[in-house]
């Protein structure tokens, strides 16, 4: 970019960078974010399809979870990249929905773009959208429902459907509810802390089952200790078990096979006493996040002690939360109050893949879920669709409301966002109604991926809500307008309020864009241009000698 001044060029941009503007840059934003909707869509509802994400080694994914589809995929252009954003909100923030959330921002680019082409300025349409967000909050909220207990299975099997999980549906959903529950406390459910979702090779997915405490992916240290401890007394360490090395710098000679066999036998009663000290408190079971040397190993089980070390931070935290231990940082100093309780810690499996099981926690508030196939890919995908199930399940149990699924909200907020534009008077009146027209196409998604007319369904969808039954949904499985309600098809609020939120947060952010200026991609940058390729920061490479 240059200007003239007295004939002279002005250089204000690198002529290495492009710039984009007006229409032209917003056509390129809400193409690319449009591209990425687009890509999920298909996903969408009960019947939505998977995809299939390989990577340059050949891993492979398959999932309907719009959040990890959109996390597998290399995406390069930064209007797309905020797209990405729009799922991993939905996703910490309600547990569910990222693939609504992203099919509505691109609907509301799509629609804002033909706006733009009748001449509407982008400020108006971004002022008519949030307007009409701030309204369309309100009618959920009336339109929202208090919950009971009794709903909750229905909430986890609207999550689980469509999805790998189908295969063993009734006692997943069963699963689901009894998981959430056992972990609340004080009227808050987390599910990314509190509970442990570990994969078991063999069996199918109705093998699937709760552990009324932790499981961990470990063994114990050494074969020699006992692989099953009744009434469990359980130490947890954030230290070794080990000879520890001296503070400062020191050297030890040994000038005689007497002395290092003396050494040796006085490191051997260093742990020793260490480890007598440490039972005192009554422990039989010890944790560590350190190691265990061999000496340390040679006395723990010569005591008939179980012990695991290596275990990773929030291993240690889920332990510590289901069986009330303290984590110690001194072996001398575990007392009885540090113990934690189980009424069995054993270790299982066979051959080289084996796990430590801790059962018969009282009141546990980290408990574990052990999911049994024999494909790992079918079980990841049923990990993500339990984490999914788990977080409406807390949604609900945290917040108490509910609104109906099948599409119902949106088509009820469509209609009123419709009488709503009719009290503007501005361009506003246009963004809003274009906003009311985005919504119905999640309705209409789901009809399309069901193989049905998508049109038909939402017509259908209209005479029923102006009939006054505002939870009319689409049921999949006859295409007809049903009673969500009455099927038991229903969601949390707070999924649909986070929808609308993310939603139009990212596409009133794309459209106020009007300049993009890009530079070139040239690869690893440096910031330093002295630096070579044998000379950085001053540090010279050695020289390299020829064969």
């Given at each position: 970019m240059a200007g003239q001044l007295s004939g002279q060029p002005i250089i204000i941009l690198d002529k290495d960078k492009t710039r984009t503007q007006g229409k032209e840059a917003l056509g390129f934003n809400i193409t690319a974010a449009k591209a990425i909707a687009d890509a999920v869509r298909t996903t969408l509802g009960p019947k939505g399809m998977d995809k299939m994400l390989?990577?340059?080694?050949?891993?492979?994914?398959?999932?309907?979870?719009?959040?990890?589809?959109?996390?597998?995929m290399d995406i390069k252009h930064p209007a797309a990249k905020m797209m990405v954003e729009i799922a991993r909100t939905q996703e910490d923030k309600a547990g569910d929905g990222t693939t609504s959330a992203v099919v509505l921002a691109g609907e509301l680019l799509n629609k804002a773009k033909t706006l733009v082409e009748q001449n509407v300025h982008p400020t108006s349409i971004t002022r008519g959208y949030s307007l009409a967000s701030v309204k369309a909050l309100e009618i959920l909220?009336?339109?929202?429902?208090?919950?009971?207990e009794d709903v909750l299975e229905n909430i986890a099997r609207t999550a689980l459907t469509g999805k790998s999980a189908d295969l063993a549906l009734d006692s997943l959903v069963q699963l689901c509810v009894k998981t959430a529950q056992s972990i609340k406390d004080g009227g808050r459910v987390n599910v990314k802390e509190n509970i442990n979702i570990i994969h078991q090779r063999g069996g199918s997915i109705k093998d699937t089952k709760f552990v009324h405490g932790v499981v961990i992916d470990k063994a114990r240290a050494h074969k020699n200790m006992p692989k099953k401890v009744?009434?469990?007394?359980?130490?947890v360490?954030?230290?070794?078990?080990e000879v520890e090395k001296t503070q400062i710098t020191s050297k030890v000679q040994i000038t005689s096979p007497e002395l290092l066999k003396e050494a040796r036998l006085e490191e051997t009663k260093l742990v020793d006493e260490k480890v007598e000290a440490l039972l005192k408190s009554g422990a039989n079971v010890i944790f560590t996040e350190k190691g265990i040397d061999d000496i340390g190993m040679h006395c723990l089980a010569k005591r008939g002690v179980f012990a695991v070390r290596r275990c990773k931070d929030e291993e240690i935290k889920k332990i510590v939360k289901a069986t009330g231990a303290r984590v110690v940082s001194v072996l001398d100093g575990v007392e009885e109050e540090d113990l934690g309780r189980a009424d069995i810690v054993e270790e299982r499996g066979l051959g080289n893949y084996k796990m430590v099981y801790i059962e018969g926690c009282e009141n546990p508030k980290a408990v574990s879920i052990l999911i049994y196939s024999g494909a790992e890919h079918v079980a990841d995908e049923i990990e993500r669709a339990l984490d999914d199930a788990l977080r409406v399940v807390g949604d609900v149990i945290e917040d108490g409301k509910i609104v109906a699924g099948g599409g119902a909200p949106e088509v009820e907020l469509a209609i009123k966002l419709r009488k709503y534009a009719t009290t503007l008077s501005g361009r506003e009146q246009l963004a809003v109604m274009a906003y009311a027209d985005a919504l119905e196409e999640i309705p209409k998604g789901i009809a399309e991926n069901a193989g049905l007319d998508a049109i038909d369904a939402l017509v259908d969808l209209r005479n029923m809500h102006s009939k006054g039954i505002s939870t009319a949904g689409l049921n999949v499985f006859t295409g007809k307008a049903e009673d969500m309600l009455r099927l038991g098809v229903i969601e949390p609020l707070r999924v649909k309020t986070q929808i609308i939120k993310s939603a139009t947060d990212a596409a009133n952010m794309i459209m106020r864009i009007d300049d993009i200026l890009m530079a070139k991609e040239t690869g690893m940058m440096d910031v330093n241009p002295e630096h070579t390729a044998d000379f950085y920061n001053g540090i010279q490479a050695p020289p390299v000698e020829e064969d």
């Open positions: 390989v990577n340059p080694v050949g891993d492979m994914v398959i999932t309907n979870d719009g959040a990890t589809i959109l996390q597998e909220e009336d339109m929202a429902i208090d919950a009971s009744k009434n469990a007394r359980i130490a360490l954030d230290t070794g078990i």
